[in-house]
């Protein structure tokens, strides 16, 4: 066999389709509520804390678990327990995988992502874990995070088309190359 320019070509080819194969990602999305008055953000709480969200409060670079969530019967103070946030609760704090809303369906440290819903509030004092009490209107926006099912399939769709653009140029190179050394 002589070697030339394009005994290489299969080994480029290759990892080729090994880059457009790590195209497949899962993401979520954070849809945001603003509290303000008559978009009932109380009873949006009151029902996510129904359904057993994790709740997070966030102020500033700080993150507290809210535990033994209570919203007031005139639905304008949330109490609860401040706690420290488990470690599969953290993955939000940076905006998900490399800052772009990924997470990995098969991490249990990542699939804790999908249940959180995050309570942003003003700087001010320094909070203490213990008993806490919040004023709803203190409250600058709500994230509801879910799956985001439209760019999770777009990933996948163009991951498929990326790996099957990849087999086709490996099969080709090795042909050509075949070919190449018959003549």
Known sequence: ??????????????????IFCTGCHTYYKAQTVTPTAG??????LDSLKLVKRYFILREGSHAYYMDQIQLSADHKIITCVL????????????????????YKKHNPDHL???NEVHLYIQPDSPLTL??????????????VLQKDPKRTANSYVL??????????VLVTAIVAATYSSYR
């Open 1 to 18: 066999m002589k070697q030339g320019p394009n005994a290489t070509t299969p080994c480029r080819a290759f990892i080729l389709a090994c």
């Open 39 to 44: 978009n009932h953000a109380e009873q949006k």
């Open 83 to 102: 706690d420290t946030l488990a470690p599969e609760h953290k993955l939000h704090l940076e905006r998900g995988m490399n800052h772009h809303l990924r």
């Open 112 to 114: 804790g992502v999908l």
């Open 130 to 143: 213990g008993p806490y009490s919040l004023q709803l209107d203190q409250v600058q926006k709500i994230e």
């Open 159 to 168: 991951g498929t088309l990326g790996f099957t653009a990849g087999v086709v």
